[in-house]
């Protein structure tokens, strides 16, 4: 009977283990990749990377730590970069996945102020935001969107600033 | 000593290639990139606080790297509050940034309330040039701004709002955040937001509610709202109505619902003689609610060893809202061999694209076309974060069982 009850209770304990252990080698694959945890970036719309072997994930972005109002995406696959561009400001984020929860990683997204003059006359706005661009000869300024050239004088100051 | 008169055309001859050669120089010169200065971040902002004494730090990036001064100064209402050490900042080739710190001494007041900004102009200058300032300047300059933002508080109750929206596909949700910063010195008990959707042709499809919230002075709350998408593709328009404590606020934003899709529907190539011009008939739908200008294919044929065949492109042409149109690219095959090919196409359209790979059999008189699907990249490694609690969940299960058989056995014993 002991034998019996012996038997029973080593198989249990074998059992809770296994299951304890594929659950932990489920959570040891989901991995974030990138971005990095307090990374500062200029990508407006950064790349998020994991590795992981389950098929979907919730990806969980939000500008409050505690993820109280978050903005939610399901994805399929380990990459996502979102469709529209973030606000500049300070986010977190999560990845979800069968059981399985990343801890809150941080990063931060910066305006990039920029500008080439590209040829004689010809600038571009090289930065990641709309400037307001103010020329030497006029009052009042241009609004010039990312990427996006403009033809000055050639002998014209120009300053650019963040609209 | 008198010249021939060859050699005085000789002459002639050298100094007419002298100056072409300087005259080259000059236009290579101008026609290349001349100058490429960048800040990160464009701006910071602070609250006011009375007599608060700062230092605030952002980047000059040197992004052609090249040799330069930075020279700086500052402008706007706040300026006789910001003073900094060095006012010429020298950037090497190698430099690809510095960092550039200055401090910010407050007043014990600033009037009106609302937004101060002080400005902190980067210029670049040729290095050597180190006194702009009472010379004349014999060059066209280029300068970007750092903005210091100072929020002084409103008396009473002032909102800020700013919303944001998390776009769907249709069928799904789409949310809103309404950000509420209380810029006034006073409390607000309720505000509460409703969010009207308005479609491609004005008007209001939808309206939805958000749950009041109470902001204290100088603090954020949020507002969400979801409104589920049973619409087509397309640009919309969110008007957002916040009252708040008697007062009413309001701001709006377009958003979009799916994305601005064309869909690659077939690709045809008729009346094909090998050798000859080959016109590829493509045909492709548009799944936008708005129009969308200068749509063209770009072709890249490659053979089984990877190795280029061909590159083309197509017109461009505009489509209507769920049009389908046809774009034709034509692909001289002179020396072309019959087998089969890989081409990818690329359908370009408003800064965006999208790629379908097309396997495409070549006969003596006829081109055949399969359509198929789109190869995903692969990643690398690094450190895990993990949170182990379902790990700690089972082993304290693992612990329970063990101590209910250990009670068990101990019972049985008795």
Known sequence: ?163 | MRMSRQSRSKVIEWRLMLVAAVALLIFISSACPAAAIGVTPGRTTIDFEPGADKSVSFTITNNDHKQFNAYIYVEGDLKDYITFDKQIIPFNESDNSKVFTYRVKLPQRIDPPGDHWGKIIVMELPAGWEAPEGETRIIATVAVIHQLRVKVPYPGKFMQIDLTIQEAVPNESVKFFVKLYNLGKEDLAKAQATIEVFGPTNEVIATVDTEPVAVKSMERGELIAAWKAQVNPGMYHAVVTVRYDGEVGKTDKNFYVGNMLIDLLDVTVKDFKLGGIAKFDILAESRWNQPIPGVYAHLIVNDNKGDKVADFKSASVDMSPFERSHLYAYWDTEGVNEGEYLTKMTLNYADRSSEKEIRTKIGLSSITTEISGVSVGAVTSEEAVLQQYPVVLLVAVLIAINFAWFMYFRKRKK
């Open chain 1, 1 to 163: 009977m002991s034998r019996r009850i012996d038997a029973r209770v080593i198989m249990v304990n074998l059992a809770v283990v296994a299951i304890a252990a594929s659950w932990y080698m489920n959570l040891s694959s989901l991995q974030v990749l990138f971005p990095l945890n307090n990374m500062v970036t200029e990508d407006r719309a950064p790349l998020f990377e994991w590795s992981g072997a389950a098929g979907s994930y919730e990806l969980l972005i939000d500008d409050d730590q505690d993820f109280s109002s978050p903005m939610a995406f399901n994805v399929s696959g380990n990459r996502y970069r979102p469709s529209q561009e973030l606000d500049f400001g300070t986010y977190w984020f999560k990845l979800k996945s069968e059981g399985a929860e990343t801890r809150p990683m941080k990063f931060t997204v910066v305006s990039s102020v920029a500008l080439s003059r590209q040829e004689m006359g010809i600038i571009r706005n090289s930065g990641n935001t709309a400037l307001l661009v103010h020329m030497g000869g006029l009052t009042g300024a241009v609004t010039l969107a990312v990427n996006r050239t403009l033809e000055i004088g050639e002998n014209e100051d120009v300053k650019a600033e963040q609209k």
